[in-house]
């Protein structure tokens, strides 16, 4: 059924880059927005940012403005992060989201990445 599995987590020094991706199955990539997300410890779940359908429009949390670029490529069903100029303060689990609506008068179906660790310290 519906699956987004991350990859690309992991340990990286302030100033550095991440790529994270998120592979999606199970549904119409193509027809849906998709959002990348991230829990610091301690703290609440945060949009980070988000894209269209279709790549044309994406938005970003403030904090990450400048650094961080959501691109999508529909095609091989992929939604990336890329993370540049890290701060420690990016530290965090990052998880990619789908909303899938199917119908008027039907559950929307939120579904979720099962989250991939990056640690930004030096």
């Known amino acids: 059924q519906v699956q987004l599995v991350e990859s690309g987590g992991g340990l990286v020094q302030p100033g550095g880059s991440l790529r994270l991706s998120c592979a999606a199955s199970?549904?119409?990539?193509?027809?849906?927005?998709m959002n990348w997300y991230r829990q610091a410890p301690g703290k609440e779940r945060e949009l980070v940012a988000s894209?269209?359908?279709?790549?044309?429009?994406?938005t970003y949390a403030d904090s990450v403005k400048g650094r961080f670029t959501i691109s999508r490529d529909n095609a091989k069903n992929t939604v990336y992060l890329q993370m540049n100029s890290l701060k420690p303060e990016d530290t965090g689990v990052y998880y990619c989201r789908v909303l899938i609506h199917s119908s008027p008068g039907l559950r929307s179906l939120e579904r979720w990445g099962q989250g991939t660790l990056v640690t930004v310290s030096s």
């Open positions: 894209i269209t359908s279709t790549g044309g429009s994406t």
């Open positions: 199970g549904f119409t990539f193509s027809s849906f927005a």
